[in-house]
């Protein structure tokens, strides 16, 4: 196996993905890799494309620095470099892969827009991922206001229905906040949590266990 198709960028199940440094040292270790002329290019391609594995993680070594540039590109959007330059690396030999049944005649452009797609698709997930968390946080923030001023006008807690009437939500909303708030209070003082502003909620509390305690 050529060294840098190795485990660095597969890593086994629960290390840790390549640090920046890393990173930096397999674009570094690329750029001295062989560089094929444009006859052998070709014949790389198509040998690929019938399933070479060679010829594959050749081609893979030989582009890395693509991968790297569109990294440095998008890496201050919400994912870090190496995460991106995964991202990019798995773009990159699905193109080498499919780029003989693409129709497409430009290697280099085919193969960049991929590289591109696949990081522009994982900061989409990250990006839906924190704003379903704000969204989360500013839910459980609000069903404890609502509490609270339901408690304080009624002199008892509110039912799920006069919480839901409160907070304008459909009721199913309202009592699957309920289950995340009521976790977090078994894991944190109830004092504190009423007055946390959202952002200073931990979301892993909030979201581990959403299924309630039958679930435990």
């Known amino acids: 196996m050529n060294p840098l198709m190795g485990s660095s960028l597969n890593p086994e199940p629960g290390q840790e993905g390549p640090d920046e440094r890393h990173v930096e040292d397999l674009a570094a270790a ?3 890799a062989h560089r094929p002329d444009e006859a052998e290019h070709q014949r790389l391609i198509e040998a ?9 993680d050749s081609l893979t070594n030989a582009h890395l620095d693509w991968v790297l540039s569109a990294a440095r590109e998008r890496a201050d959007r919400g994912l870090s470099e190496s995460d991106l330059f995964q991202e990019g690396t798995i773009g990159l030999m699905e193109a080498i892969q499919s780029f003989p049944t693409s129709r497409r005649t430009d290697f280099e452009a085919f193969v960049r827009e991929q590289v591109a797609d696949h990081m522009e698709r994982a900061l989409a997930d990250e990006q839906k991922a924190v704003d379903d968390s704000k969204m989360l ?24 229905l006069e919480l839901a009437a409160k907070l304008e939500w459909p009721t199913q909303r309202t009592e699957e906040i309920g289950v995340i708030v009521a976790d977090a209070r078994r894991r944190h003082d109830e004092e504190i949590l009423q007055y946390l502003e959202p952002d200073d909620i931990d979301l892993d509390t909030l979201t581990e266990d959403q299924n309630g305690p039958d679930d435990r």
Not at 48 to 56: E, H, K, N, T
Not at 137 to 158: F, N
């Open 48 to 56: 690929a494309g019938r399933g070479d594995q060679s010829a594959r």
């Open 137 to 160: 946080l500013q839910s459980a923030h609000d069903y404890v206001e609502a509490e609270l001023k339901a408690r304080r006008e009624l002199g008892r807690p509110a039912t799920n």
């Open 30 to 32: 690329a750029g001295r």
